[in-house]
Each structure stands twice: as structure tokens, then as C-alpha cells.
């Protein structure tokens, strides 16, 4: 089936709906074709491919509310999962909060297609360039993955918006060893293909590696904290997660209560943009709202939620264009730089630690921030502005609102990561450097 | 399921004359139930259904999956699959060794089937949850229940002649409760989890589950002491016991996270390929897979390579005793698959993955257990935890935790935490009781991140000399 047709069937399902007295209908077919390589040990471990066609219809009667969602090309089935979903709403209590859906004819940018992304023909040789250049830095052993990624959207709307998008990007996952104990880890996520170095990202995670010597046990105690684009996108990524109206109003966020509050230092801004330049870029949102740029953290300032047009009318405000079907989430973070480096961060730094990166981050509470991390890769001990030694075996167990609270420093140079599950949503930021945080380790 | 379309994929894959090949089919019937403060904000229906190849071919292995049922596309994934093999030219080649094919069906039968209930019951039951907290007169403002119910059908084939038929219902209650009394906040999770019909709701017991827990956390809030950091005799409860039998065993023991393959993203191990028999524990580290246990959340008969589901001891008396295993582990590492190669779906590849996973009882009771300790700690459950990427140093933060004094319970514990290393873990357990709990949970691994579901379980033990703090 041809791109137009696609766009005429998510009319036709709306159009079918309608006919049938629901109010609110949105239809959104998504395709994606998708390759992954993962390696490991120096060498190729499986070559993944994946197709899809999904669509996702949205039914809104009477103040009630239904998805139905069906897989592949299998023609009028979608018409049978929609009778069967107006049905199903005779069930459905209303929804006292539904503040309906985008309304009117919508404007969008053009959307951006790397045209060598969905040219590309051979993964392997950008796999083999990484692994190579990573064993050159003296690495022993390289492990990774290359995602491809190719989506394409369509959206019709019984409130009036309609489009098509378009979308690709590549991200290139390197994590380097010396040894069991020495590793390095770094990743890019890229808009084109040419943007992507392989050969600097495998160099960069041996380079890290290769510094990282003879770690010995850490000590538990109040640092500062230097961190890498990996760890400090996953502490952002963790903040923009906690940005959804939907969730903070449920106590899911340390900023459920911080409107227009002071939570971080004058020069820390955050905003959500899934611009041209994102690997997870759009140009609009699931209920058809133009993607615009929206500043949650001004000067330090939590100035909004991130919302659809139900949450937004909760909060008499006008919709961030973050709709998902269900609930508004961040699509792309960006952190505004610093005027700082890696080297000046160190430089003033008495009695820190230089983090690579971290995963599995829990909470205690959300809504208090307390939380642990635990960093992996090297963790370098920095006493009076120098790197002394090499540090393994400890924790990051403090609280993110403190944390946010104490970034000291930012740096000029910025990167845009995403990385497995701990760099979820997608952002560009720059290195970080937060005093005071606490450090814990196993006994 | 259309079979035969298959049976096509199969069959254009075995003209490659790939050293192994399969196709696994899957249809997904969803439903998913949002209750938020009250108010049911999402129900949603889907048909989640595709196909996939997975081929090793010149000792490379690729994937291809699709959601499009028709014989082009099933020509166009095993296109791609052997193009993508045939590029990778490994230096050494992946094996999967060779197993006698399977020809079974197996499902789970539901006692209360989900096509006989009214679905206006399910959120009749979700409205009944959310009141009978509201009813407690406490300050709740965040009350989430997410109930989701997977009808699967599911249908494997191999290149040596496997074909086995599956079909059973998975179903799943998450709930993340916020408390606010006397300006403080307390936050919990619980998941309940199970393989068959409804009738495991009535067996939950969520809305006194749940309440009982809102009480706790409200005692905590105004009666709650400080905990001495410090070294104490800790009493264990059988979810803390599960989740570090998940986290700690089941996880080290996974072949593949050793053998390096998951390096990247979840991890490696402390345990290297030679360590069957090395000590990890006291006699009373014994550590067990089993994903035959009827109805439980983790449950499967063939794991999804078609081989057999099977109980495995990974620590037994204190030692280093089997890996979990899929083909392509077993046969790097001389060993034989144990049948524990499970996907998420239809569109990722089988990996290396655990059950139902739970230190094995003992012959205490859980009040022999207590009575015995002059001063101690009893954590009941955890909240907050982690673990290192070669699961070593591991952490957990009591939800409910009291101190015992001289063999009784006194007060509630603010916070307690446990901090400890996987080797002082297993080495600190001096006792274990006879009875058994689950806990349900989702696990997750692999890249793109899989979400697979598993019990974790354990009786209630005893561990001395543990460093607490608060």
C-alpha cells in the first residue's frame, strides 16, 4: 500500500466513527522499519530487521474514552475494532477531567528525512569501523549497538488536524574493556548518517577505558560530582520524565507542587524541542498539535508542565503539544550549555569524582526525590583539581531535587545521547558538575 | 494465526540451508484498564500479532520480524534475514548445537475465562480497589491501579521439525499509592501477576493487600524510630528474599550475561564460565528456576526455542551449581540448553531469561525465626533497590521494617536500608523457613529492553552480622 493510501485510511476511519456519533476521533497509522546490529566480544552477535504497521484509533463520546490499536494490513478489521470499541464505551464511566482533543486546521514544519539514513545498505562496516578503532586504542574487548531507526506517521483528526510525518535517525552504543574491571562508554545519536563518526565514538569509549586503571574500592562520603554526557543525560531524562502533567498530579514527580518555584541554580534551562536537529524529532504531536519549543526549567524557574489539551485545560493553559494518545510525555530534552569544560570542571574541583555513567535508577519516592544510581564504567577520584585514582564499588544515593539544586557547573560542548533504557528520552547535554552528593557503597 | 503463512516463512528460510532456522508466530488479544485518583482516564483494546525469522547461516546469526501476514512479506523477512546474515562474516561462528524436534500443544486452562466476563467488572473491581482506600480516611492523593490482561496464542517452528502450539492468558495489576499525612509523603509499588483467568483477582486480595499497606505506611509516618546504623541479626521477609534471589543469583547465573553478550546494556557477571562449584553462600543459598510451577506469573511448558521448560538449582547448598541456558549459550559454553530462551513478543529475539526464581524453604517458622533474635531488624518488603552491572553490590530500602527486640517486633523503622555485597549476602543466611511467597514482577533485559514476566519468592530468612543504616 502506497504513503497517500495510508493517509486515506486514517480519514476513512475517522470518517467511519463519526458516522457512527462518536465526537472525538483521532487515527494514527504508524510504519517503521528499523535495523539493529548488537555485538559483543569483538564481533557480530545478530543483525536485526524489524517492519511494522500499526494504527491506533481514539474515541472520545460523551466524556469517555477508548483506544484501540491493531497491527498490520488485515483490511476491515480496524472497522470491526472500532464497533467494538464504541461498544465498550457504554461501559466507561465518564471522564470528569476530559478537556477534548486539538481542534482546528494545523501548520506544520516540514519534516526532515535523512535521506542517507534510509539509503544505507551495510551496518556492518560502520559496526566494524567502531570495533576497530576501539582495538586500536588498545581495548581488549568491545561490545555495542547500532540502531537504525525509520518511522513514518500519519494523522487524521475529526477536530480538524491531518498530516503526514516523517523521521529518521541513528544512535551507535560503544562500551570498551582493559579488562573485566576497566571499561569506557560512550554513544552517538544522530539526525544523518553523516553525522555520525564511529571511528571517534570507539576511540572515545577505549580512550575512557584505557584511562580507567586498577580501580580500587571507593569510599562512602559527601562529593562533588563530575559527570559525563551518559550519566548527566540519564539524571535528565529522569527529570523530563517527571514533567508529564498526567504523572506529577499523581505524585510521580518532584515538581507535582513546584510550579513557579526556584529548583535549580539562575543558570539551568531545560525544554523540551523535538526539533530537526532530535533523533527522536516530530512535527506533531499524537492529538495533531504543531511540535513547539517548551521551557519547563527557565533560570532555575520550573515554569510548566508538559501537556495535551485535557491536562492543559486543567491547568488553564494552553497545550504543549506533548499529547500521547493517553497522556502527554517529553519527546527531546535540551539542557542550555554552560561556559565551562571538562578540564575547568576538574581544575576547580577540591574533592570529586569524574562519573562516566550510571543505570538503574530507583526511587524511594518520587515525589521527594529520594533515589539511588549506581555509576558503571570508570569513576575517577579528582583531589585539589587533579585526577588521582580510579574508583569502583560505590553508589549515588542522595535525592535528584538536591541534586538539581546543586548543579555547580555546565559545560559550553554539548551531546545529544539515548541509551538503552536509562537515557529513555532522548536529549542533548552538556558535561555537569554537582556539588555535595552522597556516596554510598556495600559492606 | 494464519499457519500457513508460517509454515511458508519456514520453508523459504530452509532453502538457505542455514545450520539452524525458526519462525515464531505471536497474537497478542490486550486490554489495559487505567484507574487514576478515581477516574478511569484510558481503556484500550489491541491486536498486537506478527511473525518473525530467525536464521544462523554461515555461523551468523539475524532476525527479521513483521507484522504483515501475507507470503511476500514472509519472503521479504527471510530476504533480509539471510542478506544480513551472509554480510556479517564472523571470525568464529555461532552454534546452536542439535536438538530432536518437538511436535506439542499446551495451554492454560482459566478458571474464570475472560470471554465469559462482563468487562464492565474489571473496572467495577478497579473502582472498588480505589474506594476502599479512599474509605480509610487517609490523605492518598495518588492512587494509580493499571490492570492489563494478554491473550496469546503463539506458535514455534524450527528447522528440525518443532512444532509447538501455546495458547494462554497473562494477566497483571500494577498500583503506586502516594500517602500525605502529617506533612510527609510515603510512596509504594505492588504488581500482582498470574497465568490464567480472572479468577486470580479473588485470589489477590488487593483491596485488604492494599489497604493494609496504606495503614503501614501511615504508622510509619507518626510512630517511626531511627535506626542505629550498625551490625544486626535481619529477619528477611519472602519479598525481600525473591527479589535478591532475582537480582543476585538468577541474573550472575544467566549464560549469556557472562559469556559477554549483553555487556553493552545489561550487564556482565561476577560469575566467569568455570565457576560450577566455586562457593557463594551458606548451606542455605539455594537458589531455583522453575518455570513450571502451575499458574504462576513466569509460567511456560516449552521455552520459546521449543525446548522443554525444566526446574534448575543455580546455587545449591551454598554452591555455584547451574547457568540458565538457551542454544547459542549451552553451545559456547559445552553445555546443554536448560530451556530458558524467552521473548517479550514476536518482534525481539529469545534471550537467556529466568522464571520463577526463589530461594528454596527451610524448616523454621517465621516466628522461630524472630523469637530468636535479641536485637535485630524484621524488613518485611523493600522499595528502592539496584544493582551493579555484574551484580555485586546490591542495595535495597525496607518499605516496612521494625526493630526486634529480644525476639519480639517493636517499633516501625523510618527507613532502613541494606547495602550489601552479592558474596556477604549469600554468606550471611543462617536460617530459612518453611513457608513460600511469590511476588510478581516484570524483568528486563536485553537490547531493544525486553520486559518479560517472572515470579520472585522465598520464605522468610535469617541473615547475622548485616550492616543496616537508615
Known amino acids: 500500500m502506497n504513503e497517500k493510501n495510508y493517509e486515506d485510511l486514517c480519514e476513512k476511519y475517522v470518517n467511519y466513527a463519526t458516522k457512527k456519533g462518536v465526537e472525538d476521533v483521532i487515527a494514527l497509522i504508524e510504519e517503521t522499519n528499523d535495523m539493529q546490529v548488537r555485538f559483543s566480544n569483538n564481533d557480530i552477535d545478530i543483525i536485526n530487521n524489524w517492519h511494522s504497521l500499526n494504527t491506533s484509533v481514539y474515541l472520545s463520546k460523551d466524556d469517555k474514552q477508548i483506544i484501540t490499536e491493531l497491527e498490520g494490513n488485515e483490511s476491515g478489521k480496524i472497522e470491526n475494532k472500532i464497533d467494538e470499541?464504541?461498544?465498550?464505551?457504554?461501559?466507561?464511566?465518564?471522564?470528569?477531567?476530559?478537556?477534548?482533543?486539538?481542534?482546528?486546521?494545523?501548520?506544520?514544519?516540514?519534516?526532515?528525512?535523512?535521506?542517507?539514513?534510509?539509503?544505507?545498505?551495510?551496518?556492518?562496516?560502520?559496526?566494524?569501523?567502531?570495533?576497530?578503532?576501539?582495538?586500536?586504542?588498545?581495548?581488549?574487548?568491545?561490545?555495542?549497538?547500532?540502531?537504525?531507526?525509520?518511522?513514518?506517521?500519519?494523522?487524521?483528526?475529526?477536530?480538524?488536524?491531518?498530516?503526514?510525518?516523517?523521521?529518521?535517525?541513528?544512535?551507535?552504543?560503544?562500551?570498551?574493556?582493559?579488562?573485566?574491571?576497566?571499561?569506557?562508554?560512550?554513544?552517538?545519536?544522530?539526525p544523518q548518517l553523516s553525522m555520525l563518526k564511529p571511528e571517534e565514538v570507539g576511540e572515545k569509549a577505549a580512550q575512557i577505558a584505557k584511562d580507567y586503571k586498577n580501580p580500587k574500592e571507593g569510599k562512602e562520603g559527601i562529593y562533588d560530582l563530575i559527570l559525563a554526557p551518559l550519566f548527566g543525560g540519564s539524571l535528565v531524562s529522569n527529570l523530563a520524565s517527571m514533567t508529564s502533567a498526567f504523572w506529577a498530579e499523581a505524585g510521580q514527580s518532584i515538581f507535582s507542587n513546584k510550579l513557579n518555584e526556584k529548583v535549580a541554580p539562575d543558570f539551568v534551562t531545560m525544554y523540551d524541542y523535538a526539533d530537526d536537529n532530535a533523533i527522536s524529532r516530530r512535527i506533531f504531536d499524537d492529538e495533531g498539535s504543531p511540535i513547539k519549543k517548551t521551557i519547563w526549567l527557565d533560570k532555575g524557574v520550573y515554569k510548566t508542565h508538559l501537556h495535551n489539551t485535557t491536562?492543559?485545560?486543567?491547568?488553564?493553559?494552553?497545550?504543549?503539544?506533548?499529547?500521547?494518545?493517553?497522556?502527554?510525555?517529553?519527546?527531546?530534552?535540551?539542557?542550555?550549555?554552560?561556559?565551562?569544560?571538562?578540564?575547568?570542571?576538574?581544575?576547580?574541583?577540591?574533592?570529586?569524582?569524574?562519573?562516566?555513567?550510571?543505570?538503574?535508577?530507583?526511587?524511594?519516592?518520587?515525589?521527594?526525590?529520594?533515589?539511588?544510581?549506581?555509576?558503571?564504567?570508570?569513576?575517577?577520584?579528582?583531589?585539589?583539581?587533579?585526577?588521582?585514582?580510579?574508583?569502583?564499588?560505590?553508589?549515588?544515593?542522595?535525592?535528584?531535587?538536591?541534586?538539581?539544586?546543586?548543579?555547580?557547573?555546565?559545560?559550553?560542548?554539548?551531546y545529544q545521547v539515548e541509551w538503552w533504557g536509562e537515557v529513555e528520552i532522548p536529549c542533548t547535554v552538556p558535561y555537569m558538575k554537582i556539588n555535595n552528593v552522597r556516596i554510598t557503597k556495600s559492606q | 494465526m494464519n499457519e500457513s503463512i508460517l509454515e511458508h516463512t519456514i520453508n523459504q528460510a530452509l532453502k538457505h540451508n542455514p545450520s539452524f532456522a525458526s519462525v515464531r508466530g505471536e497474537t497478542h488479544k490486550l486490554s489495559h484498564y487505567l484507574l487514576k485518583n478515581g477516574v478511569i482516564e484510558a481503556v484500550s483494546s489491541s491486536v498486537e500479532s506478527?511473525?518473525?525469522?530467525?536464521?544462523?547461516?554461515?555461523?551468523?546469526?539475524?532476525?527479521?520480524?513483521?507484522?504483515?501476514?501475507?507470503?511476500?512479506?514472509?519472503?521479504?523477512?527471510?530476504?533480509?534475514?539471510?542478506?544480513?546474515?551472509?554480510?556479517?562474516?564472523?571470525?568464529?561462528?555461532?552454534?546452536?548445537?542439535?536438538?530432536?524436534?518437538?511436535?506439542?500443544?499446551?495451554?492454560?486452562?482459566?478458571?474464570?475465562?475472560?470471554?465469559?466476563?462482563?468487562?464492565?467488572?474489571?473496572?467495577?473491581?478497579?473502582?472498588?480497589?480505589?474506594?476502599?482506600?479512599?474509605?480509610?480516611?487517609?490523605?492518598?492523593?495518588?492512587?494509580?491501579?493499571?490492570?492489563?490482561?494478554?491473550?496469546?496464542?503463539?506458535?514455534?517452528?524450527?528447522?528440525?521439525?518443532s512444532i509447538i502450539k501455546a495458547?494462554?492468558?497473562?494477566?497483571?495489576?500494577?498500583?503506586?499509592?502516594?500517602?500525605?499525612?502529617?506533612?510527609?509523603?510515603?510512596?509504594?509499588?505492588?504488581?500482582?501477576?498470574?497465568?490464567?483467568?480472572?479468577?486470580?483477582?479473588?485470589?489477590?486480595h488487593v483491596e485488604d493487600d492494599l489497604k493494609n499497606?496504606?495503614?503501614?505506611?501511615?504508622?510509619?509516618?507518626?510512630?517511626?524510630?531511627?535506626?542505629?546504623?550498625?551490625?544486626?541479626?535481619?529477619?528477611?521477609?519472602?519479598?525481600?528474599?525473591?527479589?535478591?534471589?532475582?537480582?543476585?543469583?538468577?541474573?550472575?547465573?544467566?549464560?549469556?550475561?557472562?559469556?559477554?553478550?549483553?555487556?553493552?546494556?545489561?550487564?556482565?557477571?561476577?560469575?566467569?564460565?568455570?565457576?560450577?562449584?566455586?562457593?557463594?553462600?551458606?548451606?542455605?543459598?539455594?537458589?531455583?528456576?522453575?518455570?513450571?510451577?502451575?499458574?504462576?506469573?513466569?509460567?511456560?511448558?516449552?521455552?520459546?526455542?521449543?525446548?522443554?521448560?525444566?526446574?534448575?538449582?543455580?546455587?545449591?547448598?551454598?554452591?555455584?551449581n547451574e547457568f540458565l541456558q538457551n542454544r547459542e549459550s549451552a553451545s559456547k559454553s559445552s553445555m546443554k540448553t536448560n530451556g530458558s530462551s524467552r521473548a517479550e513478543s514476536y518482534d525481539v529475539e529469545d534471550i537467556v531469561r529466568m522464571s520463577n526464581t526463589y530461594i528454596e524453604p527451610g524448616d523454621w517458622s517465621k516466628e522461630e525465626l524472630i523469637k530468636e533474635v535479641k536485637k535485630g531488624v524484621y524488613m518485611k518488603s523493600f522499595t528502592e533497590w539496584n544493582i551493579d552491572d555484574k551484580r555485586f553490590n546490591q542495595k535495597y530500602v525496607a518499605r516496612e521494617a521494625y526493630l526486634i527486640v529480644n525476639g519480639e517486633i517493636k517499633q516501625p523503622l523510618n527507613r532502613c536500608v541494606l547495602e550489601i555485597s552479592t558474596p556477604n549476602y549469600w554468606k550471611s543466611i543462617t536460617a530459612s523457613s518453611?513457608?513460600?511467597?511469590?511476588?510478581?514482577?516484570?524483568?528486563?533485559k536485553g537490547d531493544p529492553e525486553q520486559g518479560v514476566p517472572v515470579f520472585t519468592g522465598g520464605p522468610t530468612i535469617r541473615l547475622e552480622g548485616v550492616y543496616l543504616y537508615e
Not at chain 1, 313 to 342: M, Q, R, W
Not at chain 2, 266 to 290: K, L, P, Q, R, W
Not at chain 2, 434 to 444: D, H, I, M, R
Request: charge should be neutral; aromatic fraction near 10%; proline fraction near 3%.
Open chain 1, 85 to 190: 470499541a464504541i461498544k465498550k464505551l457504554s461501559i466507561i464511566p465518564k471522564n470528569e477531567n476530559y478537556g477534548g482533543i486539538a481542534k482546528g486546521e494545523k501548520k506544520y514544519r516540514p519534516y526532515y528525512y535523512s535521506k542517507d539514513i534510509e539509503d544505507i545498505q551495510n551496518l556492518v562496516d560502520v559496526v566494524r569501523a567502531a570495533i576497530n578503532s576501539a582495538l586500536n586504542e588498545g581495548a581488549k574487548s568491545v561490545a555495542g549497538t547500532f540502531y537504525v531507526y525509520n518511522t513514518t506517521r500519519y494523522l487524521h483528526s475529526s477536530a480538524g488536524p491531518h498530516g503526514k510525518d516523517k523521521s529518521n535517525a541513528v544512535t551507535l552504543s560503544v562500551r570498551a574493556f582493559m579488562n573485566p574491571e576497566s571499561s569506557g562508554h560512550w554513544v552517538s545519536a544522530q
Open chain 1, 311 to 414: 491536562t492543559a485545560k486543567k491547568y488553564n493553559v494552553e497545550t504543549t503539544s506533548n499529547a500521547g494518545l493517553i497522556d502527554p510525555s517529553p519527546f527531546f530534552t535540551y539542557v542550555e550549555p554552560g561556559d565551562s569544560s571538562l578540564e575547568e570542571m576538574i581544575a576547580e574541583t577540591k574533592h570529586g569524582l569524574y562519573m562516566v555513567n550510571t543505570w538503574y535508577s530507583r526511587y524511594t519516592n518520587m515525589y521527594t526525590g529520594e533515589f539511588s544510581t549506581i555509576p558503571r564504567d570508570a569513576i575517577f577520584l579528582i583531589e585539589n583539581g587533579q585526577i588521582k585514582e580510579s574508583y569502583k564499588g560505590i553508589r549515588v544515593s542522595d535525592n535528584i531535587s538536591n541534586m538539581l539544586k546543586n548543579i555547580n557547573m555546565l559545560s559550553k560542548d554539548r
Open chain 2, 50 to 161: 506478527g511473525y518473525n525469522v530467525k536464521m544462523l547461516l554461515n555461523g551468523a546469526l539475524s532476525f527479521s520480524s513483521t507484522n504483515i501476514w501475507s507470503k511476500e512479506e514472509a519472503e521479504s523477512i527471510v530476504s533480509s534475514a539471510t542478506k544480513q546474515a551472509k554480510n556479517t562474516k564472523r571470525a568464529s561462528k555461532i552454534d546452536f548445537g542439535v536438538e530432536k524436534g518437538i511436535k506439542d500443544a499446551w495451554k492454560v486452562e482459566e478458571k474464570k475465562a475472560l470471554r465469559n466476563t462482563d468487562e464492565s467488572e474489571i473496572i467495577k473491581r478497579l473502582e472498588g480497589i480505589d474506594k476502599a482506600l479512599s474509605d480509610l480516611k487517609l490523605k492518598i492523593p495518588g492512587r494509580i491501579f493499571s490492570f492489563g490482561i494478554d491473550e496469546t496464542e503463539k506458535i514455534i517452528m524450527n528447522s528440525e521439525g
Open chain 2, 167 to 204: 495458547n494462554y492468558t497473562k494477566i497483571s495489576l500494577h498500583s503506586f499509592i502516594t500517602i500525605m499525612e502529617n506533612n510527609k509523603s510515603k510512596q509504594f509499588y505492588k504488581m500482582y501477576g498470574h497465568t490464567g483467568g480472572l479468577e486470580a483477582f479473588d485470589e489477590w
Open chain 2, 213 to 320: 499497606e496504606c495503614l503501614v505506611q501511615k504508622k510509619i509516618i507518626y510512630e517511626g524510630v531511627s535506626l542505629e546504623p550498625g551490625k544486626y541479626t535481619i529477619i528477611c521477609g519472602p519479598e525481600v528474599a525473591g527479589i535478591t534471589a532475582h537480582e543476585s543469583s538468577g541474573h550472575p547465573m544467566e549464560a549469556d550475561r557472562i559469556l559477554g553478550r549483553e555487556l553493552s546494556q545489561a550487564g556482565g557477571s561476577f560469575v566467569t564460565i568455570d565457576s560450577i562449584g566455586n562457593t557463594i553462600g551458606s548451606e542455605y543459598a539455594t537458589v531455583v528456576d522453575d518455570p513450571t510451577i502451575p499458574n504462576s506469573y513466569g509460567y511456560f511448558k516449552y521455552d520459546d526455542e521449543g525446548t522443554k521448560a525444566q526446574k534448575k538449582y543455580l546455587y545449591k547448598n551454598g554452591k555455584i
Open chain 2, 434 to 444: 518453611k513457608e513460600l511467597e511469590w511476588s510478581a514482577a516484570t524483568c528486563g
